[in-house]
Nanobody, 114 residues
Framework: VQLQASGGGLVQPGGSLRLSCAASGSIFSIDAWGWYRQAPGKQRELVATITSSGVTSYADSVKGRFTISRDNAKNMCFLQMNSLKLDDTAVYYC?????????WGQGTQVTVSS
């Protein structure tokens, strides 16, 4: 499974970005999609997940601001990020969990700065 993340960029505090992740390759039954992020000097952390049935979960730090969604027909996942804060600056990684294996994309940089 190959994952291609896109949509990152530079945005001012309070702004919005929408990240996309496209999966290709040996896709049979994706159990869950996830978005993670890693800021400089910090460990990678979970941002949001969505299961194949649409159940979502979020890190407390992004609840109410970020929304994860997926398009099963297109094998894509999205992360709508609103009210962005300086602390949201990080490389964002897309993740797919299929048949007990985690797959990772290459990451897309999100920089929140005034």
């Amino acid at each position: 499974v190959q994952l291609q993340a896109s949509g990152g960029g530079l945005v001012q505090p309070g702004g919005s970005l929408r990240l996309s992740c496209a999966a290709s390759g040996s896709i049979f039954s994706i159990d869950a999609w996830g978005w993670y992020r890693q800021a400089p000097g910090k460990q990678r952390e979970l941002v949001a997940t969505i299961t194949s049935s649409g159940v979502t979960s979020y890190a407390d730090s992004v609840k109410g601001r970020f929304t994860i969604s997926r398009d099963n027909a297109k094998n894509m996942c999205f992360l709508q990020m609103n009210s962005l804060k300086l602390d949201d600056t990080a490389v964002y990684y897309c993740n797919v969990y299929q048949y007990a294996i985690n797959y990772w994309g290459q990451g897309t940089q999100v920089t929140v700065s005034s």
